[in-house]
C-alpha cells in the first residue's frame, strides 16, 4: 500500500475522528448487514478479492473508513482521488501506471470520495481501465449513484448501501473514543450521566459528527481535582440546542407522529410546523416523517386536492436526496400544504371498505367478461366473452359488470364534496345515471 505524507505530516495534530478511524473490520461499528460475519462485503475484504464498488450513504457512516480499511488489508497499490483537485491530466498519469503494474501482476485500487462531484468527463476517464481489469475503483458518495454516475461505470460496479449507524453504535463509538489511547484514554474525563446520550441523538446517526460534537465537549469541560468534567449543559453548549426528550422506538415517538398527523388534519399549520420541528430536532430521520406525510396526502386529502399526493412524494425525493439540515424546509412546505388542504378521507374508506368484502370473499371468480382470453381454450370457455372495449364507444362508456355477481351494484368510493373531489363527484354521479340509463348492469 502506498501512503503520502505531508511536509508538515505528523506535527499537526489529528481531530479525534480521524485518529479514531478503525483499521480492521472488527473496529467498525454498524452496518452489519454488510460486515457481520459470512457477508459478501467482508469475505471479499478480508479474501482480498475486492472488485469495483460504489458505497452510497449520509455522511458519516462509515464510507471513507471502509476503504481505509481495504488499503490497510488489501496486498494492492491504493491510491486516493479528490473530485475538487484530480484533474483529466492526473487521473490519465495514474491509469497509465495502473497499466504498467497490472503487466508485472500488481493490482491497483482506486479510492475516489464524493465520486459524485466527478464530471463526466472525468468519470468516462477511468471506464477503459475498469473494464480491462487494470484498476479496481472504489467511490464513496452521498447522492444516489443512479443518478450521478456515468451508467456505463454503474454496471461495472457493485453498489453497497449503508445506512445510517443508530443511536447504540454512536454510543459504543463514543465510549470508545473515551477508554481508547487513540482517544482520550490518557486523560482522566469524566461524564455526566446522559451527556454521551445527548451527543448520540445529536450525531443523527453521523459518527464524525459523534466524535467531532464529544471532541469538542473535552475541550469544554471543566478541569475539577485533575480530570475533565464534562457535563449535560457543557454538550448543550457544543451542540447549541437542549437536548429534547425523544426515544426514536418508545411512546413519545408515536405520541409526536400522532401530533403531527392530527395537526394536519385539524388543518392547523402552526401546530404541524411545531411538532415537526420537535421530532426533526430530536434527531428523527427525516425519511419517516416523509413516509408518514405521504400516506396523510393519501388517507386525509385524497381528491380533494391530487397535488398533494405529488407534492409529498417530492418533498420525500428530497429528504433522501439531500437529508438533514437542508430538507427541513421542504417538510415544512409539505407540512403546510397538508393542513391547508381540503380534507378527503375517502380513499381509505373505500379501501377498508372494499378490503372487508376482499378478505370474506377471497374465492369469488373474476367475472369471464373481464378475464384475458389469451388462448382458444381459454376464448372457447367464455374468457372475455362479452367484453367492450370503452374506447370503441361513443361515450367512452359500458354498462359491463365488472364486480362478482355476489357483489354487484356495491360501492365503496363515496366522494365528498371537498375541494376537487367535487367534480369527481359530480362525474361519478353522471357515470352511474349514464349505466342506469343504457343498460341493465349485466
Known amino acids: 500500500m502506498k501512503e503520502q505524507i505531508t511536509f508538515f505530516g505528523h506535527d499537526i495534530p489529528q481531530p479525534l475522528a480521524s485518529r479514531m478511524r478503525p483499521r480492521a473490520i472488527d473496529d467498525i461499528v454498524g452496518q452489519e448487514h454488510l460486515l457481520g460475519r459470512e457477508r459478501v462485503l467482508r ?228 401546530a404541524a410546523v411545531y411538532w415537526l420541528a420537535r421530532m426533526l430536532e430530536a434527531g428523527e430521520d427525516p425519511i419517516y416523517v416523509a413516509r408518514r406525510v405521504t400516506r396523510f396526502a393519501s388517507e386525509d386529502v385524497g381528491l380533494a386536492d391530487p397535488r398533494a399526493l405529488e407534492l409529498a412524494v417530492a418533498a420525500f425525493q428530497a429528504c433522501h436526496l439531500i437529508g438533514m439540515p437542508e430538507c427541513s424546509v421542504h417538510l415544512t412546505q409539505a407540512v403546510v400544504y397538508m393542513s391547508l388542504a381540503p380534507k378527503s378521507n375517502a380513499m381509505e374508506v373505500a379501501y377498508n371498505m372494499a378490503k372487508e368484502d376482499a378478505v370474506k370473499q377471497l374465492a369469488e371468480p373474476v367475472p369471464l367478461n373481464i378475464r384475458n382470453g389469451v388462448t382458444k381454450l381459454m376464448r372457447d370457455i367464455g374468457y372475455g366473452k362479452g367484453y367492450v372495449y370503452a374506447h370503441d364507444t361513443e361515450d367512452k362508456l359500458s354498462d359491463m359488470q365488472c364486480l362478482p355477481d355476489s357483489l354487484k351494484d356495491r360501492e365503496y368510493y363515496i366522494p365528498t364534496e371537498q375541494g376537487v373531489e367535487g367534480r369527481f363527484k359530480q362525474r361519478l354521479e353522471s357515470i352511474k345515471a349514464w349505466k342506469r340509463e343504457h343498460g341493465n348492469n349485466k
Open 43 to 270: 469475505r471479499m475484504i478480508e479474501q482480498d478479492r475486492v472488485t469495483s464498488m460504489i458505497f452510497w450513504g449520509p455522511p458519516g457512516v462509515g464510507k471513507t473508513t471502509l476503504a481505509s480499511v481495504i488499503a490497510h488489508q488489501t496486498k494492492a497499490e491504493f491510491i486516493e482521488f479528490s473530485a475538487v483537485t484530480s484533474g483529466i491530466k492526473e487521473i490519465k498519469d495514474v491509469m497509465r501506471q495502473a497499466d504498467e503494474n497490472r503487466k508485472f501482476g500488481e493490482k491497483t485500487i482506486v479510492f475516489v470520495d464524493e465520486i459524485h462531484r466527478f464530471n463526466k468527463a472525468q468519470q468516462d476517464a477511468f471506464l477503459p481501465f475498469v473494464e480491462k481489469g487494470s484498476i479496481v475503483l472504489i467511490g464513496a458518495t452521498t447522492e444516489n449513484p443512479s443518478f450521478e454516475v456515468n451508467g456505463a461505470l454503474l454496471s461495472r460496479c457493485k453498489v453497497f448501501v449503508l445506512k445510517p449507524l443508530s443511536k447504540e453504535d454512536i454510543r459504543k463509538l463514543l465510549e470508545r473514543a473515551v477508554g481508547s489511547p487513540e482517544g482520550f484514554g490518557k486523560q482522566p474525563v469524566e461524564f455526566e450521566d446522559g451527556a454521551l446520550d445527548i451527543i448520540a441523538a445529536f450525531a443523527n446517526g453521523d459518527a464524525r459528527t459523534a466524535l467531532s460534537t464529544l471532541e469538542m465537549a473535552v475541550l469544554n469541560g471543566d478541569m475539577v481535582e485533575g480530570r475533565t468534567l464534562v457535563t449535560i449543559r457543557d454538550v448543550e453548549q457544543c451542540t447549541s440546542k437542549k437536548s429534547l426528550l425523544y426515544d426514536k422506538n418508545g411512546e413519545e415517538h408515536y405520541n409526536l407522529i400522532s401530533a403531527l398527523h392530527k395537526s394536519m388534519r385539524n388543518s392547523d399549520p402552526d
